[in-house]
């Protein structure tokens, strides 16, 4: 799978929802990336990290 994002890319969900930003592109000891990024952002001012899959994600410019 190609990638569309890099780290420090700021992305949102296409959902919707809240700012994030792109952390990490690659599961730790992978080569290769497998759709998923891992994503942190702030709630309700609380730091959160998840993971998302490419698909569910839009770039912010």
Sequence with gaps: MEQKF???DFVVLKSGGELMAI????EEGMDSFNGIYMCSGYE???EYSKEF???ALKLIS
Excluded: R
């Design 23 to 26: 952390v990490n592109d690659k």
């Design 53 to 55: 899959p490419q698909e």
């Design 6 to 8: 890099k780290k420090g």
């Design 44 to 46: 309700k001012k609380k």
